[in-house]
């Protein structure tokens, strides 16, 4: 049976200051493509909000 090995407190403190950082980086970026998102399409044609971080879906015209 393996034993757990605990992480000392101030590496468990840096990471989850990582993971916070790491999801207000994102949130920040989320919201930067959505204020510059009609901007750009004004320049370049339709651009849905969070269309450059790869995760948005494109948007599909209907048939």
């Known amino acids: 049976m393996q034993t757990r090995q605990s992480k ?3 590496q468990s403190i840096a990471d989850a200051a ?3 950082d790491c999801v207000a980086q ?4 989320r919201r930067a493509t959505e204020l510059i ?3 750009l399409e004004r320049i370049t044609g ?6 450059m971080d790869g995760w948005t879906a494109p948007v599909t015209e209907p048939a």
Not at 26 to 29: D, K, L, N, S
């Open 46 to 51: 339709r651009m849905p909000a969070g269309a």
């Open 8 to 10: 000392p407190l101030s």
């Open 37 to 39: 998102g009609p901007g």
């Open 18 to 20: 990582d993971l916070i």
């Open 26 to 29: 994102r949130e920040a970026y």
